[in-house]
């Protein structure tokens, strides 16, 4: 794409000293005016040397050797101020029919000259007109660009970046991850590449295809990674930038955006956001938004118009696709639906590997590892972690990233920048200390959960005052009862802890006790895993995949009898796990206070430092076991 040119001072101020540098080359050299009798004793004192007759000026050189002859004192003085050698001068013309006869006479050659009559009007009206008509379009554009606005005459006009195929400069082997959705882009790859090859059997490529998936999973990179592969011309744009506030706008957009791309096809569209321009029709009750409808059904039309033997294809992003129009997902429109999804662990290694290939990394740096640490995380939150890795390694001035490096990335990320000015006072200190120990020996205890791979009570973010992470051995996809209420239980530790402890409880089990309630709801009202309510989905799962909840609440489509079941179910089940949370840490009383008393002295435990506190409690058993047999 070309430079935009940016406008600067210093261009005129570059411009002005040029011309201040070449002004005696560029400047015509000075002419005087002579009064018509000055002219005629000049020439009778033969210092005219020739002239040049118009119909009302007389144009000549006057030699300036003995100035002084018959001039008046005041025409004199202003010539003998120049230097010696001929000077053009001028003078206006007057009736004087003697005229040719003294030429002749003082034997001075003379010749006419036809004078121009528009040629002044022309310089005195059309060039300042110019001029002004020029400074005013610059004026206009600047404004308008610092505005955000093109000019009058590009509202219609389509704003979509093009990308050439050297421009674009992606390709598969950028985009890991995404294998499955990497295979469903092959065919529209072979396509473009070579029709007549893929339309033999009289198969046509689908007209457009939809990437869906949460964000950050990579659907504009894919999309950019099919133009660069198939090396076509990629035109890209932003569902929001078809609105404006002129009503029409958006579809004489989107019919420009067309008509350009036919014209350099073969090409791929993009339009990134589709949502924003997709939403379904009839959304707004309350009216005002034509505008938008307007542009929707423009791109209907365009794509049931365009044919994609000519080889053009749409491709469009969103992350919402439960509120397109149904019109625009039916076949023959967006054929094809390929999802983009969160990467598994497998998936993330491959990523890790793209952007590990950036930073200088030390050996120990496994991305087995850190992709164990990151589970949910997109193909943008991996790349950012290893910026934020490379960040940390930079501030303590290492000579490469190292794997804790990682590690504090991942924190930073998850919970938050570490707040070591928020001071706390030493009960609460213990509390906090009580409470994360109790998180961690609870997941230590029961089977089947992720394993902890470090604790602190150092505070992070907005309102942590602790945290323990724990670090799943594989990535899970289905998750029985029992495993449910582990996680439960293990969620419920810190709290079961406190009340052990302290006899109390505090407000530092407000996180957890949310994420409980809402498991536990979750296995009553969408999984059928209470006996008493049956198999029955009260709730059923919503498509959305932003973790979000909903701005409109559904109504319930049960009765009271059966919401009063549904909360005793939930609060025993919440109950149970906290009663299982409590009895492992009443068995292992003596390892809390010593996981608690290690943490307050070291702030920070890593899984050595656990693994080591488990070994040494298991010996403190063994021995206490021995004790009471001898006694």
Same mark, same amino acid.
């Given at each position: 794409?070309?430079?935009?040119?940016?406008?600067?001072?210093?261009?005129?101020?570059?411009?002005?000293?040029?011309?201040?540098?070449?002004?005696?080359?560029?400047?015509?050299?000075?002419?005087?005016?002579?009064?018509?009798?000055?002219?005629?004793?000049?020439?009778?004192?033969?210092?005219?040397?020739?002239?040049?007759?118009?119909?009302?000026?007389?144009? +000549?050189?006057?030699?300036?050797? =003995? %100035?002084?002859?018959?001039?008046? /004192?005041? !025409?004199?003085?202003? &010539?003998? #101020?120049?230097?010696?050698?001929?000077?053009?001068?001028?003078?206006?013309?007057?009736?004087?029919?003697?005229?040719?006869?003294?030429?002749?006479?003082?034997?001075?050659?003379?010749?006419?000259?036809?004078?121009?009559?528009?040629?002044?009007?022309?310089?005195?009206?059309?060039?300042?007109?110019?001029?002004?008509?020029?400074?005013?379009?610059?004026?206009?554009?600047?404004?308008?660009?610092?505005?955000?606005?093109?000019?009058?005459?590009?509202?219609?006009?389509?704003?979509?970046?093009?990308?050439?195929?050297?421009?674009?400069?992606?390709?598969?082997?950028?985009?890991?991850?995404?294998?499955?959705?990497?295979?469903?882009?092959?065919?529209?790859?072979?396509?473009?590449?070579?029709?007549?090859?893929?339309?033999?059997? +009289?198969?046509?490529?689908?007209? =457009? %295809?939809?990437?869906?998936?949460? /964000?950050? !999973?990579?659907?504009? &990179?894919? #999309?950019?990674?099919?133009?660069?592969?198939?090396?076509?011309?990629?035109?890209?744009?932003?569902?929001?930038?078809?609105?404006?506030?002129?009503?029409?706008?958006?579809?004489?957009?989107?019919?420009?955006?067309?008509?350009?791309?036919?014209?350099?096809?073969?090409?791929?569209?993009?339009?990134?956001?589709?949502?924003?321009?997709?939403?379904?029709?009839?959304?707004?009750?309350?009216?005002?938004?034509?505008?938008?409808?307007?542009?929707?059904?423009?791109?209907?039309?365009?794509?049931?118009?365009?044919?994609?033997?000519?080889?053009?294809?749409?491709?469009?992003?969103?992350?919402?696709?439960?509120?397109?129009?149904?019109?625009?997902?039916?076949?023959?429109?967006?054929?094809?639906?390929?999802?983009?999804?969160?990467?598994?662990?497998?998936?993330?290694?491959?990523?890790?590997?793209?952007?590990?290939?950036?930073?200088?990394?030390?050996?120990?740096?496994?991305?087995?590892?850190?992709?164990?640490?990151?589970?949910?995380?997109?193909?943008?939150?991996?790349?950012?972690?290893?910026?934020?890795?490379?960040?940390?390694?930079?501030?303590?001035?290492?000579?490469?990233?190292?794997?804790?490096?990682?590690?504090?990335?991942?924190?930073?990320?998850?919970?938050?920048?570490?707040?070591?000015?928020?001071?706390?006072?030493?009960?609460?200190?213990?509390?906090?200390?009580?409470?994360?120990?109790?998180?961690?020996?609870?997941?230590?205890?029961?089977?089947?959960?992720?394993?902890?791979?470090?604790?602190?009570?150092?505070?992070?973010?907005?309102?942590?005052?602790?945290?323990?992470?724990?670090?799943?051995?594989?990535?899970?996809?289905?998750?029985?009862?029992?495993?449910?209420?582990?996680?439960?239980?293990?969620?419920?530790?810190?709290?079961?802890?406190?009340?052990?402890?302290?006899?109390?409880?505090?407000?530092?089990?407000?996180?957890?006790?949310?994420?409980?309630?809402?498991?536990?709801?979750?296995?009553?009202?969408?999984?059928?895993?209470?006996?008493?309510?049956?198999?029955?989905?009260?709730?059923?799962?919503?498509?959305?995949?932003?973790?979000?909840?909903?701005?409109?609440?559904?109504?319930?489509?049960?009765?009271?009898?059966?919401?009063?079941?549904?909360?005793?179910?939930?609060?025993?089940?919440?109950?149970?796990?906290?009663?299982?949370?409590?009895?492992?840490?009443?068995?292992?009383?003596?390892?809390?206070?010593?996981?608690?008393?290690?943490?307050?002295?070291?702030?920070?435990?890593?899984?050595?430092?656990?693994?080591?506190?488990?070994?040494?409690?298991?010996?403190?058993?063994?021995?206490?076991?021995?004790?009471?047999?001898?006694?």
């Amino acid at each position: 794409m070309e430079k935009k040119q940016q406008f600067s001072i210093w261009y005129f101020l570059a411009a002005f000293l040029l011309i201040v540098a070449l002004q005696d080359y560029l400047a015509p050299p000075h002419v005087d005016n002579l009064p018509y009798s000055d002219f005629k004793a000049s020439l009778r004192a033969g210092k005219i040397t020739e002239v040049a007759l118009g119909e009302a000026v007389i144009t +000549g050189t006057l030699s300036n050797d =003995g %100035v002084g002859n018959g001039l008046s /004192p005041k !025409t004199t003085e202003r &010539l003998a #101020a120049l230097s010696k050698g001929p000077h053009p001068f001028t003078a206006v013309r007057v009736d004087d029919p003697a005229l040719v006869a003294d030429l002749e006479a003082a034997n001075v050659p003379f010749a006419g000259r036809v004078e121009s009559k528009w040629l002044p009007a022309l310089l005195s009206w059309v060039v300042p007109a110019l001029v002004f008509f020029a400074l005013w379009s610059f004026l206009i554009k600047r404004m308008a660009g610092s505005q955000g606005m093109g000019g009058f005459m590009s509202v219609g006009k389509s704003k979509a970046k093009v990308y050439m195929e050297t421009d674009t400069k992606v390709t598969f082997d950028d985009v890991a991850g995404v294998d499955e959705a990497k295979e469903e882009l092959q065919e529209v790859i072979g396509f473009l590449k070579d029709p007549e090859r893929y339309g033999r059997l +009289g198969g046509r490529v689908p007209k =457009g %295809v939809l990437l869906v998936g949460p /964000p950050g !999973t990579g659907k504009t &990179l894919l #999309a950019r990674a099919v133009a660069g592969q198939a090396g076509v011309p990629f035109f890209s744009i932003n569902g929001s930038e078809f609105v404006e506030m002129f009503v029409g706008v958006g579809a004489a957009r989107v019919r420009d955006l067309f008509e350009q791309a036919r014209q350099k096809a073969p090409a791929i569209i993009f339009i990134d956001e589709l949502d924003a321009l997709g939403r379904a029709r009839g959304a707004y009750p309350m009216g005002g938004h034509d505008e938008k409808e307007q542009t929707l059904n423009q791109l209907l039309s365009e794509m049931d118009g365009f044919d994609t033997s000519a080889g053009l294809v749409l491709l469009a992003a969103t992350n919402r696709p439960e509120i397109l129009d149904p019109a625009l997902l039916r076949a023959g429109r967006f054929d094809r639906q390929v999802l983009v999804d969160r990467p598994d662990r497998k998936g993330r290694v491959q990523i890790l590997g793209v952007h590990l290939k950036k930073v200088q990394r030390t050996p120990d740096v496994d991305p087995e590892k850190i992709a164990a640490l990151t589970p949910g995380f997109s193909g943008a939150d991996l790349a950012n972690l290893v910026n934020e890795a490379a960040l940390v390694a930079t501030r303590r001035s290492a000579e490469g990233v190292e794997l804790e490096d990682f590690t504090a990335a991942v924190e930073r990320i998850v919970a938050g920048l570490e707040k070591r000015n928020r001071l706390l006072n030493p009960l609460e200190r213990k509390v906090v200390a009580f409470h994360e120990m109790g998180h961690a020996l609870v997941a230590m205890s029961l089977p089947g959960v992720d394993t902890v791979h470090k604790i602190s009570i150092i505070p992070r973010g907005i309102g942590a005052l602790g945290y323990t992470i724990q670090r799943p051995t594989e990535d899970r996809f289905l998750m029985t009862r029992e495993e449910l209420q582990n996680k439960m239980a293990v969620l419920l530790g810190g709290r079961a802890a406190e009340h052990l402890v302290f006899g109390h409880l505090s407000t530092g089990a407000a996180d957890d006790l949310a994420k409980v309630t809402d498991i536990a709801r979750s296995m009553v009202m969408r999984y059928g895993m209470d006996e008493k309510l049956g198999h029955v989905a009260y709730e059923p799962e919503s498509p959305r995949f932003l973790n979000m909840p909903e701005t409109m609440p559904r109504g319930r489509n049960f009765s009271e009898e059966v919401a009063r079941k549904i909360d005793r179910a939930v609060r025993e089940i919440v109950d149970e796990a906290f009663v299982q949370a409590r009895h492992i840490l009443d068995e292992g009383r003596a390892t809390l206070d010593r996981g608690a008393a290690l943490l307050l002295q070291k702030e920070t435990l890593n899984e050595d430092d656990l693994r080591e506190l488990s070994r040494t409690s298991a010996l403190a058993t063994q021995d206490e076991a021995v004790v009471a047999e001898r006694t």
